[in-house]
């Protein structure tokens, strides 16, 4: 399977109009497989299943936000989403994937635009083989959330979506 992109944008009269009124998600190499990808370690919740979520959560912020949700098997293809939506967005959300141990690219990428942005892991890469303990993401964002599965790509928005109503944005 190729990239894949979806944009859970709502049809909601005045949501999905301003510069800052979306979520970047982005997820890297592989988890389009989500769902039947080793479900042992990953769960058998879909991408797009993790993607509707969010999208409900973000439309229920106040102000409402919309989730632009992009997927890539290409570290490339995230690199340029990074350099194209990441500066408008109100933060950042990334699974890199496999990406997440050895992307300088990606990781230059974040530190570039400079929005706030969390890792996310479904499982707890800590805990798994060795040359899963190390991010090179990590030092770049303001958090990482590993091991929560799905509730962790939730938590992540909750977190964006609280510190949006306290400092404007973060930005
Ligand atoms: C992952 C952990 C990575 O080590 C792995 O390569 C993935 C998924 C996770 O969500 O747990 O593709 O990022």
Redesign the pocket.
Known sequence: MSAQYGSFVTNEPGVGQLEGDYVLVLNG???NLLGTREPSV?GRTTLAEIAAELATVALSADPPLRIEHVQSNHEGHLVDTIQTLGPGSAGIII????L??YSIALRDALAAVGISTIEV???N?HAREEF?HHSVIAPVVLGQIAGLGPDGYRLALQHLIASRLSDGGNR
């Open positions: 190499p592989n988890l990953y699974n890199p994937g496999a997440t141990h892991h479904l499982s890469i899963r």
